[in-house]
């Protein structure tokens, strides 16, 4: 079964919702916030869909913003940066949809349309 991690306010999840259930996808809803993914599922996904780990960083969420982290992940390792990323989901670009087949962080059409069909 497919796991849909989301932000109920986020209007991106919002779309990729839509698209999940125009396209018959069935899948269980986890809010982000509330269950903010753990450092080992972090470290698994990222192994999993072979992105760079700054790549499941909200570089437009406030609390990025506020952290400076632009600058502080420049020196951070990334063990440091899976860490800090499983203090808080609203630290993590969402959607991120966990499937047998792959991990996608974030909504293209595009991209979930050819992993997932």
């Not at 499941?56 to 940066?81: D, I």
């Amino acid at each position: 079964m497919n796991t849909f991690i989301c932000y109920a306010k986020c209007s991106t999840c919002a779309k990729a919702r839509k698209w999940l259930d125009n396209n018959g996808i069935a899948y269980n809803e986890r809010p982000i916030k509330e269950q903010n993914p753990t450092a080992e599922e972090l470290h698994t996904w990222i192994k999993k869909n072979g992105l760079d780990v700054r790549k499941f960083f909200n570089t437009s969420g406030q609390l990025y913003r506020s952290l400076n982290l632009k600058e502080k992940l420049k020196t951070m390792s990334e063990k440091e940066m899976i860490d800090l990323l499983a203090t808080d989901g609203m630290l993590v670009k969402r959607p991120i949809l966990v499937s047998d087949k792959a991990v996608l962080v974030g909504f293209k059409e595009a991209e979930w349309a050819e992993t997932l069909r």
